[in-house]
């Protein structure tokens, strides 16, 4: 089984009232020096089988059709390693 990342962010030229929120708390919370904050979308996908490149097609298709709005939105596809997996189930 892999896991293949779906990272999904507003455009830059797209307004992002929840990352300016964020960004305008900082200081009050003491966190200095955050020149900018912008809000995304995480999705991790659990893939039975190799990712082979049929599978990232179809992965990258689901994202652009269905977990990202592309009007608006930018969306990145990664493979996690193993490894990084298991890390990341520690935290």
Same mark, same amino acid.
Request: aromatic content about 4%; glycine content about 6%.
């Given at each position: 089984? &892999? $896991? ?13 009232? /929840?990352?300016?929120?964020? /960004? $305008?708390?900082?200081? $009050?919370? =003491?966190? !200095? =020096? +955050?020149? !900018?904050?912008? /809000?995304?979308? $995480?999705?991790?996908?659990?893939? !039975?089988?190799?990712?082979?490149? &049929?599978?990232?097609?179809? +992965?990258?298709?689901? #994202?652009?059709?269905?977990?990202? *709005?592309?009007?608006?939105? *930018? ?7 193993? &490894? /990084?997996?298991? #890390?990341? &189930?520690?935290?």
């Amino acid at each position: 089984m &892999a $896991r293949v990342v779906v990272d999904v962010m507003l455009k830059p030229e797209i307004l992002d009232p /929840q990352g300016q929120a964020v /960004q $305008r708390a900082l200081p $009050r919370l =003491g966190f !200095d =020096g +955050i020149s !900018d904050v912008r /809000q995304g979308k $995480r999705f991790e996908l659990e893939v !039975d089988g190799p990712v082979d490149d &049929a599978a990232l097609a179809r +992965i990258h298709e689901l #994202a652009e059709s269905f977990l990202a *709005n592309t009007v608006i939105e *930018n969306f990145t596809v990664k493979v996690e390693e193993a &490894a /990084q997996s298991a #890390a990341g &189930a520690e935290k």
